[in-house]
């Protein structure tokens, strides 16, 4: 069965900060054909290069993949075509404003994936990033405050 993945544009697929000595470390190591830069309207961006391979292989086992950014569907567009995923992406969108839906969005956040910097690992919303564990809306409230 097919999944339906959804990919922001700006700070996932590229990154408009291209001097982090992190970001080097990290995504030097990973290559896959992948630039490290692609150049829109003379503006250099970094290639996210881990979120862009994990697109490319949603889309490779037969995932609904969708683009979308709040800078709008003309702007993902471009990232895409600049990126050549264009073969790789089902949908390109504008990111929503506002949803209607009969569950809560925290119901979503459980499936929400992000590449931890420090470890260069995805992980899940809500996984202790130094145990690897689930951890609730709560004990973040209390780590946030302290």
């Not at 569907?73 to 990111?95: E, F, G, H, P, Q």
Request: charged fraction near 40%; hydrophobic fraction near 30%; include cysteine.
């Amino acid at each position: 069965m097919s999944r339906s993945i959804f990919f922001d544009v700006d700070e996932t697929l590229i990154e408009w900060e291209t001097d982090s000595v992190d970001k080097e470390r990290l995504y030097g190591l990973i290559n896959h054909g992948l630039p490290d830069f692609i150049v829109i309207d003379n503006h250099k961006f970094r290639v996210n290069k881990p979120h862009v391979c994990r697109l490319k292989q949603h889309y490779e086992n037969g995932d609904d993949v969708t683009v979308w950014s709040a800078g709008g569907r003309s702007w993902a567009r471009r990232v895409i075509k600049a990126l050549d995923l264009m073969d790789y992406v089902d949908n390109i969108l504008t990111k929503p404003d506002f949803y209607y839906d009969d569950e809560d969005l925290s119901t979503f956040r459980a499936r929400r994936m992000f590449l931890d910097a420090d470890t260069g690992k995805f992980k899940r919303d809500g996984e202790d990033h130094d145990k690897g564990t689930k951890t609730t809306d709560k004990e973040r409230e209390d780590k946030d405050s302290v």
